[in-house]
């Protein structure tokens, strides 16, 4: 198969040959692996119980999803991917908001899967053959994985399409197979050895595992589902099919395997750590099943995460190919490896890395949202194209290429999201006026959606949103079923 050749330059019709379940396909496949699977063991390392547990991650969940599996249509209409796309708010030099944020999502994530997939494979490979769980162990596994990872990324949206169809099927047989591994040593009740709740009281902890472990998850796609979609013919294919594939997908990507780490977290008694316990846990013959949903599951998700934050790399130095671009970010990614291996604690990283994102993101994207409703779903998709060109002028220019409206929107949302943001290490000052409970994500959106809106006038917020039929009623039918 060859390697790609296409960065965020617009996806011709004739090469838009996707499908909603390719869509359903790429979501589900490249999610069941153990960078997922790791957010469910979240809750119960914050001190909670099983049902506890249980009902934040669906919370954040669901929320997510609705709240995020619209930023799909975008990319349906525009042929290329969402941070570009959002040039239409930000202007085409602005949208480099979007792709700095995405860049930082996908590398976390891409680090996070490398991370946790290495330190199960070692911990098995140490039970089958005795490897020593030293540095120079971590390191090869860690590098294989990097490099398996990296060909992934480098050939394309093709090739990981057809490896998440295999995973799919595959991860799915897998961890069914590890709930009879660990259902024999099941308990509900919460883990003694996480000393209480990790907040004060049940109630802000629970909504902290419903951010952290529940919305962080479709949080993380907020720049990534435009890379899938853009492959989909509008003509086609309905907005209504593309949006409901999107949310089966997130659902089923999302919720299996973060359950799975919920489950196994009370199986393993996971309270501290999660890859140690997990391989202790398993008995002998669930240790080869549990080696492949480690290496194929991390390859898979990992390689869809770099393959993002090759074009959010090509999408910022646009002489760059996303070949080019995808080995920069490639060494990057492999650096927070190690030192998320040997610098960090686990759950503190964790924790801090999705707050904190989820913080910075939101806003980008309810601003995203806010100007896809606006203008009907109606892009001009040359004009998106001006920065990629280094040209000048069209339809998106603003002021230099810059919406400054809508960048202080999302700056505002962004600085309010930190400042009410609690980490394990930091609480912002903002937390006194929500009673210590971290809304950073709701503050964080609703600021900056609020200043996008008072600050530009509908016909200012993209420049096709001026056009016949770009307003209220075709935005509902671009978003609820329009073709």
């Keep these: 198969m060859p390697i790609e050749q ?26 069941l692996c153990l960078g997922v699977v790791v957010f469910g063991w979240l809750p119960p390392s914050f ?21 995020t599996a619209p930023l799909a249509l975008i990319s349906l209409r525009t042929g290329t991917n969402l941070s570009t796309s959002s040039g239409a708010q930000f202007g085409v030099r602005g949208r480099l908001v979007g792709s700095v944020v995405g860049l930082l999502l996908a590398l976390g994530y891409t680090a996070l899967t490398v991370w946790i997939g290495g330190d ?5 490979l140490g039970r089958l053959f005795g490897l020593p769980q030293d540095g120079l162990s971590y390191g090869i596994v860690y590098g294989l994985l990097a490099a398996a990872t990296v060909a992934g990324a480098v050939y394309g949206y093709r090739v990981l399409l057809a490896l998440s169809r295999v995973l799919a099927i595959g991860m799915t047989a897998l961890l069914l197979l590890g709930v009879i591994a660990y259902a024999p040593d ?49 003509a086609r294919h309905s907005s209504r099919r593309v ?16 359950l799975f780490g919920t489950f196994t977290s009370y199986a393993a008694r996971a309270a501290l750590d999660y890859a140690g316990p997990l391989v202790d846990a398993a008995p002998a013959w669930y240790l080869v099943p549990l080696l492949l949903a480690a290496s194929a599951g991390s390859v898979g998700n990992a390689g869809l995460m770099l393959y993002s934050m090759g074009l959010d790399l090509d999408a910022i130095v646009p002489r760059a190919s996303r070949a080019r671009a995808t ?52 892009y001009d998709a040359d004009a998106l194209q001006v920065f990629n060109r280094r040209a000048r002028g069209g339809a998106y220019w603003f002021r230099a290429g810059w919406n400054l409206q809508a960048t202080f929107s999302w700056a505002a949302g962004a600085v309010v999201g930190v400042l009410a943001v609690s980490l394990p290490s930091y609480e912002g000052p903002l937390l006194a006026l929500t009673g210590g409970v971290d809304c950073s994500f709701l503050l964080s959106g609703l600021v900056g959606g609020a200043l996008y809106l008072l600050l530009t006038p509908p016909r200012e917020s993209g420049g096709a949103a001026s056009e016949p039929g770009s307003g209220s009623g075709a935005a509902l039918t671009a978003v609820a079923g329009g073709t």
């Design 243 to 258: 949006l409901h594939a999107t949310w089966l997908g997130l659902m089923l990507g999302l919720l299996v395997p973060q």
């Design 327 to 378: 080995y920069a970010v490639a060494v990057v990614a492999t650096a927070c490896v190690f030192a998320g291996h040997y610098a960090w604690d686990a759950q503190s990283a964790m924790t801090s890395f999705v707050l904190l994102l989820t913080a910075i993101g939101t806003p980008w994207a309810v601003i995203t949202l806010i100007g896809f409703v606006r203008c009907g779903g109606r």
């Design 6 to 31: 296409r960065g965020v330059d617009t996806i011709p019709e004739e090469e838009r040959t996707s499908g909603p379940r390719d869509l359903v396909s790429i979501l589900l496949g490249s999610n």
């Design 120 to 124: 199960v494979m070692v911990g098995v």
């Design 186 to 234: 099941f308990t509900a009740g919460a883990l003694p050895e996480t000393g209480g709740y990790l907040l004060d009281g049940f109630w802000p902890t629970w909504l902290l595992a419903a951010v952290a472990a529940g919305l962080s998850g479709p949080i993380a796609f907020i720049t990534l589902l435009g890379d899938y979609t853009r492959y989909i013919s509008p």
């Design 47 to 67: 001190g909670l119980g099983w049902w506890a547990s249980v009902s934040s991650v669906l919370a954040g969940t669901v929320v997510g999803v609705v709240f």
